[in-house]
C-alpha cells in the first residue's frame, strides 16, 4: 500500500517510523500548502517525494491511500475530499466532535468503496486487547478511571492549534478522547454524561463521568495545564487491573491486583502502537477484514464527544 501524508504535522514522524516496520506499506510522498516546508519533512523523514498542495497528493496515481493529521476542524472535509478522489484514507483521531459529520465521512467512505479509519493507535497494541482478555477476572465490572494529561508550553490561543477553537482543539479533543475511547472499549456506550470544564478559548482542563451499561461508572479527567499523567485504572468486584502507560504503549505491563491484594505482573507483547495501526489499514486496504476501527466506533465516540461537550456546557446531566 503506498501512502502519502496530507500535512507536515509532528505526529508524521511517529506514523513513518511505524511504517517502516510493516512491510505492506510504503510511505512515499508528503503534501503541504508549503512546497518548501513539505520538502523539508520529507527530507527529515526519509520520503521520496514532496509535493507543494493537497490536491497535488490527491491527485496522485502513484498513491492508493493517505494519512490525515491536519487540525481537528478539517479532518472531515480532508477526508471526503481524499475519499472522493479514490485514496483510502486513515485520519487522526478524533475524526470530529459531532455524529452528522462522522456520518457524512463515512457515508462517502461507502459511495466511493475505500476505505475509512479513524486513529487510534492504542486500540491495536497487544497491550488493548490483553487488556480486555483480562477483564472477566476482576468479576462484574463496576467502575472505569481514566486520566490523561500535558502541559503545553504556553496557554495563549496563537501558540499552539491545539488550543484553537476555530480548529476546534481543546484538552477533550486532543487527550481526552482517549479517555473516552478506553471507557468504551471496557464497558460499552455511554448511557448519560455530566461534565465540567477549565475553558480559555477552549477547554484546557476537563473532568466527567459516564454512566454505562450494567451500572458501570465511568470517571476521567484530562488537561493541557497540567503534568503529564496517563493512567487507566478498571476496577470490578473481585480484583482491578492497572495500565501505567495506557497509550503509548511503550512499556506494555498490566498490573491485576485481586481482592486479597495480591499482585500479578502481566506484560503484553512489545510492538509500535503506529505499526499495529498501520497493518490492520493495510490489511482493510487489501480486503482482508474490516478496519479495526470503522463507523460504527467512529460515530459512538463522537457521540460520547458532543454529549460531553453539551454537558460542560449546560451544566445538565445529558443523555445519549
Known sequence: MRLGLLSTADINEKLVAGARLVDEVDVVAVASRSAERA?????????????????????????????????????????????QAGKHVLCEKPLARAVEPVERAFDAADAAGRVLAEAFMWRHHPQAKRLVELVPRIGELRVVRVQFSFALDSLEPASNIRLSAELEGGALMDVGCYCVSAARLVAGEPLEV????????????????????GDVLAHFDCGVDTAHRAELEVVGSEGRLLLRDPFHSVEPVIEL???AGEVERIEAEGDNPYACELRDFAAAVAGEHEPLLGRADAVGQARAIAALYRSAATGARVKL
Open 194 to 213: 455530566t461534565a465540567q470544564q477549565v475553558t480559555g478559548e477552549v477547554d484546557v482542563r476537563f473532568a466527567a463521568t459516564m454512566s454505562l451499561p
Open 257 to 259: 491486583r485481586d481482592a
Open 39 to 83: 520538502a523539508e519533512q520529507a527530507a527529515e523523514l526519509g520520503v521520496e517525494r514532496s509535493l507543494g498542495s493537497y490536491e497535488e497528493l490527491l491527485d496522485d496515481a502513484d498513491v492508493d491511500a493517505v494519512y490525515i493529521s491536519l487540525p481537528n476542524s478539517m479532518h472531515v472535509d480532508w477526508s471526503i475530499r481524499a475519499l
